[in-house]
């Protein structure tokens, strides 16, 4: 890929100071608005990925800055050392919002899924009567919930778990999209020590695999039988990305402990939550668990001012929509004769393509990040995951000409490979 020499120094800058725990597409980006981003030499792209979906609202929407500015000019940070203002306000907006009791803030969505399964394990020991130490909580392969010691100890993904051990002990997979082994887990040996499962209602990282209709359902009714938690991690699928506000929306269900990350700040600063019932948030006392930073002001007044947004600007209903849109054009370019796409899959604005097979002249190997480097030029931006699959996941707010011209610039880009 061509790119400037004030880019490339720049690159070259952060590769020499920085670690190298990332592989970017060779772009230097410093401005957004709505569904673009701007590189240091001006050109203007498409941004596909928002942020991993921390952008649903669109870059630098105006009423969260406001918020962020207004709050910023009255009240950062108390900790929980002492009450702020607004938090309460916040819990009170955000749980009624979701239809849950009570809310615990933290910042990151890794420490959202941590807090989830350190509640799990105190209300299996408290209240399900699990014998101390024991408890398990289940996950699905494939999952991906963030880079901490516990996040990796339940990936199946040796890329993620290589070289970090030794891993936290209490937690085990069962396949993804398949309720009867997971029925299986719970009536085989041990099954009475599990306390929760822990599942993306689609998973982002995996590269958006979509579950069969009913999925979380069956999960849902197996977990009110055996008596242990649903933990939906809906850090990546919810709010709005999915084509409804949560992705466990469309089976109808609710989760026992809700985890929030990413577009809770319409990508502004990190801001997750956990939701949850009475019974299950209730299991902490002071001094067991916290943050310095979760639940202050200015979290409260962005995440309050970030679902606002969500609501009032119908990006539920936006995201359903030009999502069809979206894999109908993305279709129409895998059904190409010698298309590289062999599949098409996601909901709502959650989307991906598979690269390879389909009988094209193209091997898998490197033609994903080809592709994404063709679609860079061509002002796209977007990036692989596991080698083949690209996400294709724009800001809500992006409009039926826009998604058509994004399936062109895509089309084009195929076409030049
Ligand atoms: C489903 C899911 N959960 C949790 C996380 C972790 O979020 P964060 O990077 O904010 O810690 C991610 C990040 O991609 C995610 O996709």
């Known amino acids: 890929m061509n790119i400037s ?3 490339d120094a720049v690159i070259k800058r ?6 190298h725990n990332y592989h970017p597409l060779p772009v230097v980006l410093k401005k957004g608005e709505g569904v673009h981003v701007w590189d240091l030499d001006g050109k203007r792209y498409y941004d596909f990925l928002s942020a991993y979906s921390a952008v649903n609202q669109g870059h630098c929407h105006p009423k969260i800055i406001a918020a962020l500015v207004e709050q910023a000019q009255t009240l950062t940070l108390t900790s929980r050392a002492f009450h702020n203002d607004l938090l309460g ?3 009170k907006f955000i749980t009624e919002f979701f239809g849950f009791d009570r809310l615990l803030p933290m910042n990151t969505g890794v420490e959202g899924g941590e807090t989830a399964i350190k509640l ?3 209300w299996g020991y408290d209240v399900k009567g699990i014998t101390p130490g024991k408890a398990r909580v289940v996950f699905a392969k494939g999952n991906f919930w963030g880079r901490t010691i ?7 993904d040796s890329s993620s778990t290589g070289g970090f051990g030794p891993l936290c002990p209490g937690f085990n997979n069962v396949p993804y999209d398949d309720s009867e082994a997971l029925k ?9 020590d599990i306390c929760a499962f822990f599942v993306e209602p689609i998973q982002g990282e ?9 999925y979380l359902r069956r999960v849902k009714d197996l977990c009110e039988k055996h008596k242990i938690l649903l933990i939906c991690d809906e850090v990546q699928t919810g709010l709005a990305r999915c084509g409804t506000m949560l992705a466990s929306d469309h089976d109808g269900v609710k989760p026992d402990l809700l ?4 577009a809770l700040s319409g990508g502004v600063l990190p801001v997750s939550a956990v939701l949850g019932s009475h019974e299950v948030m209730v299991v902490f006392r002071p001094g067991e668990h916290g943050s310095t930073y979760g639940g202050n002001p200015l979290a409260c007044k962005v995440a309050t001012a970030a679902l606002e947004v969500l609501m009032d600007e119908g990006m539920v209903e936006n995201s359903k929509i030009r999502g069809e849109q979206l894999r109908a054009g993305l279709n129409k370019l895998a059904a190409k004769p010698g298309s590289p796409i062999s599949l098409v899959r996601g909901r709502g604005l959650l989307n991906a393509i598979v690269i390879g097979g389909n009988g094209g002249n193209y091997s898998e190997e490197g033609v994903a990040w080809q592709l994404c480097e063709r679609m860079a030029g061509n002002g796209l931006l977007a990036k692989p995951t596991h080698g083949n699959i690209i996400r294709f996941a724009p800001p809500l707010i992006i409009t039926a000409s826009q998604i058509d011209e994004c399936v062109s610039i895509i089309e084009r880009s195929i076409d030049s490979l």
């Open 120 to 122: 799990a394990r105190r």
């Open 150 to 156: 516990a996040a990796i100890s339940t990936s199946d």
């Open 14 to 19: 952060e590769e020499q100071y920085g670690s």
């Open 206 to 214: 995996a590269g958006v695999v979509v579950p069969s209709d009913g």
């Open 184 to 192: 299986a887990e719970l009536e085989g040996p041990g099954g009475e």
């Open 89 to 91: 306000e916040y819990a």
């Open 259 to 262: 985890v929030l990350g990413k």
């Open 5 to 7: 020499s004030t880019q």
